[in-house]
């Protein structure tokens, strides 16, 4: 499970989902793809939701996820 799942704020995650990972802590936990150019910003919002619900349903729910998409999308150099 992601510890960036029970963060105060979802950026974290965001940016795990958006950049994927290249080089995992350890040769164990594998890669992820970067899906920043095959999801929209809706899609990483709901996605972000749903994992929160899902793996922390003892935390509140995050607010203006969407928004905070768009924000760190923005800062993407392309």
């Not at 995650?13 to 350890?26: D, E, N, W, Y």
Request: no cysteine.
């Amino acid at each position: 499970m992601n510890s960036n799942l029970h963060s105060d704020a979802p950026d974290n995650l965001i940016q795990v989902i958006l950049h994927g990972i290249a080089k995992p802590a350890a040769t164990d936990l594998g890669y992820m793809p970067a899906f920043k150019d095959s999801m929209t910003d809706g899609q990483v919002a709901e996605l972000v939701a749903f994992l929160r619900g899902q793996f922390a349903p003892d935390k509140p729910v995050w607010n203006d996820v969407a928004a905070t998409v768009g924000r760190i999308r923005q800062n993407i150099a392309r």
